[in-house]
């Protein structure tokens, strides 16, 4: 029974390159959701996706930020441009249904140099 | 935007001490979830409770979901070493009250002393 598995773990980007953020979810789960953590921070809602669709992105920046969970492959979060204030570990979580407890991968651990 | 507030902060405790933490907000939720937060990995989910009143336990841990839904505790008797990390509260608001996602407190470090 995999868990949520996010990949890479850590990752790496200079000012202005890409970052592409990957997440399967938990077998069975077609509820995925993606939260930002900045250092001694509580998660921060971003962007919850069903397949092929984005349901709620009122947590996600306006520009640079995109999201998509198509309906073969994993969840995506891709950061274009990135800037220093970018960083941060990145975290996605699924669950079988929307009021139902969302379990969590263990994140990307983003840093921009 | 939604928030909690989480109290305390910090705990330094003994072992074998009980420890207790609160989340309590302005809005209503309808679902309050506890998690536990070790360096490196993800938010590992505790208790999950889902009505006003609901009290939970899960083995050592105890939470409930308090009358007016704005609010949420969590118990952990006869601490032990490897209950040290950082638990986090976290609420569902009702559907078109908001994010769908979660929004979570700011986290209470648990500490403890040999």
């Known amino acids: 029974n995999a868990g949520v598995m996010q990949n890479p773990r850590h990752l790496v980007r200079r000012r202005g390159q890409e970052a592409r953020l990957r997440c399967s979810p938990m077998?069975?789960?077609?509820?995925v959701y993606w939260y930002r953590q900045l250092p001694e921070e509580g998660l921060k809602f971003m962007v919850y996706?069903?397949?092929?669709?984005?349901?709620?992105e009122s947590g996600m920046p306006k520009e640079r930020f995109s999201a998509e969970f198509p309906k073969e492959g994993p969840s995506i979060l891709r950061i274009q441009q990135v800037v220093r204030g970018d960083s941060a570990a990145y975290f996605c979580?699924?669950?079988?249904?929307?009021?139902?407890?969302?379990?969590f991968g263990d994140g990307t651990r983003l840093s921009i140099l | 935007g939604q928030q909690l507030n989480q109290s305390p902060q910090s705990m330094f405790i003994q072992e074998g001490e009980d420890v207790s933490m609160n989340c309590t907000s302005s809005?209503?939720?309808?679902?309050w979830l506890w998690y536990k937060q070790d360096p490196g990995e993800g938010p590992v989910l505790l208790i999950a409770?889902?009505?006003?009143?609901e009290l939970t336990s899960n083995g050592r841990l105890t939470a409930q979901f308090g009358i007016t839904r704005k609010d949420s505790f969590l118990n952990i008797s006869a601490s032990i070493p490897s209950d040290v990390g950082i638990y986090f509260c976290?609420?569902?608001?009702?559907?078109?009250?908001?994010?769908?996602?979660?929004?979570f407190g700011k986290g209470t470090h648990l500490i403890i002393q040999p």
């Open positions: 077998k069975g789960h077609s509820h």
């Open positions: 809005s209503i939720f309808n679902t």
């Open positions: 409770l889902y009505k006003a009143g």
């Open positions: 979580a699924s669950s079988p249904g929307q009021t139902q407890p969302q379990h």
């Open positions: 976290a609420g569902l608001l009702p559907s078109g009250g908001g994010a769908d996602g979660l929004t």
């Open positions: 996706l069903q397949k092929e669709n984005i349901i709620d």
